[in-house]
Structure formats: structure tokens, C-alpha cells
């Protein structure tokens, strides 16, 4: 199916652990984005991809690492997860920068709880 | 440092009224601002995107105005359905920096009474 997707859509996991969070876009954009939203605090951009084999920080990167070795892929992983990064994690695309009408678009997202 | 700020934070009409839902921005350095819906449990679904020359765009039901100059957005929602109980957002994807991030407001949940 066209879109992006996110999986699993729900993750327990206890403190300490490594989980990786995947996201799969099939409109070859090239950035890609994913953020954590929470209450009180509405999205925030955790890491960024300008294309394969780019990525950059966002606002709250700190215990989060990402890769792209493929365009299509942007894997989200928490290194050693902490109750703090219990959250809902969103992962989204966009076609390009630098263009007013450019759009992005979100996954459903994945709801990380950790214990 | 762009903020986004959204009011109200909820809303609840009865069917069949139309609404505004109000969006503010602090730096108007932006190429353009989407309005998102998003239901309990679910992602965002994209509703409009006004890129920052344009004044207005209108999908169905809704129109949502930019006044970049001003700071403010507005989405018009016409006829109100209980179908449209939602939290709508509403996101500016600032000039400066070139990341392509989206800066968020928090969002505005609406309910809409049969």
C-alpha cells in the first residue's frame, strides 16, 4: 500500500532495553522526520533525514539514535529506553524543502510505554 | 523562537453550527502552514496547506485564511458534524534553518453534539 507506516503500532518495554521504532515511506521523498508527542507538550521533532545516509538532530534528540541507509526507511531506536520516552512517536515525509506547497505527511503512529 | 500557540483548547458545539478555530504564530518567517485533524488514537491526517503568498484555501466544508503578517490563521468550519469531533492542529514549517521541521500548536479538540 502507498503511504507511510510505522510499526509495531503498540510497544511495552522495560527500562534499560533497546527498542527500534520503523517507519516506511513508498513515495520516495526524501526527508524524513520523526517526532514524539506528548501532553503538555504537544509534537516535537526528535531527528531529521535529508536523504539517505543524512540526518540531523531535531529539538529533543538526547537517548535517540537514527539511521537511513535506504531511502524508504528512517528506523528510530532508543538506545536504553527511560520511563521519560514513554510517548507517541509519529514519523512523517515530505517531498522537498524549500518549496511553499510542500506537504508532509504522518504515520499513524507507534504508542511506546516503558516499565 | 517560533511558538505556535492554539484557542481555545477545546470546544464543544451542537450539530450544524459553523466554527472557528484559531492558530497564532510568533515569527511570520514561514514558507507555509498546514492544518492537520487528528482522532483519538490515530496520526494526523492533513487538511490544508496555505502557503505563506497565498490568503485562503478551502477543501469541502473547511477554509482555513493566513495572515502572515499578522501572525494568525484561521479554519472555518462550515455546518459542524458530529463526524468532526477531532483535535485539529495547526503547524508552520518555518523559512529559517532550512530543517524542514514543523513547529505545533497543541491543539484544539473539538466535539461536536448530535
Known amino acids: 500500500d502507498a503511504g507511510i507506516t510505522q510499526s509495531p503500532r503498540y510497544k511495552i518495554t522495560e527500562t534499560g532495553r533497546q527498542v527500534t521504532l520503523m517507519c516506511h515511506q513508498t513515495w520516495s521523498h526524501s526527508y524524513m522526520f520523526w517526532y514524539r508527542q506528548d501532553l503538555g507538550h504537544g509534537l516535537r521533532l526528535i531527528y531529521y533525514s535529508a536523504a539517505a545516509d543524512i540526518t540531523d538532530k531535531g529539538e529533543v534528540p538526547d537517548g535517540y539514535v537514527v539511521s537511513r541507509s535506504k531511502t524508504e526507511n528512517f528506523p528510530l531506536t532508543l538506545e536504553s529506553a527511560t520511563r521519560s520516552q514513554t510517548s507517541v512517536y509519529f514519523c512523517?515525509?515530505?517531498?522537498?524543502?524549500?518549496?511553499?506547497?510542500?506537504?508532509?505527511?504522518f504515520g499513524q503512529g507507534t504508542r511506546l510505554t516503558v516499565v | 523562537k517560533q511558538e505556535v500557540t492554539q484557542i481555545p483548547a477545546a470546544l464543544s458545539v451542537p450539530e450544524g453550527e459553523n466554527l472557528v478555530l484559531n492558530c497564532s504564530f510568533t515569527d511570520s518567517a514561514i514558507y507555509n502552514l498546514q492544518w492537520f485533524r487528528q482522532d483519538p488514537g490515530k496520526g494526523l491526517t492533513s487538511l490544508l496547506l496555505?502557503?505563506?503568498?497565498?490568503r485562503e484555501q478551502t477543501s469541502g466544508r473547511l477554509n482555513a485564511s493566513l495572515d502572515k503578517s499578522s501572525g494568525r490563521s484561521t479554519l472555518y468550519i462550515a455546518a459542524s458534524q458530529p463526524g468532526d469531533s477531532a483535535t485539529y492542529l495547526c503547524a508552520v514549517r518555518p523559512s529559517s534553518g532550512n530543517t524542514g521541521k514543523l513547529i505545533f500548536g497543541q491543539g484544539t479538540t473539538l466535539q461536536v453534539k448530535p
Open positions: 496555505i502557503q505563506s503568498s497565498q
Open positions: 512523517a515525509s515530505s517531498e522537498s524543502l524549500g518549496q511553499m506547497n510542500t506537504e508532509a505527511f
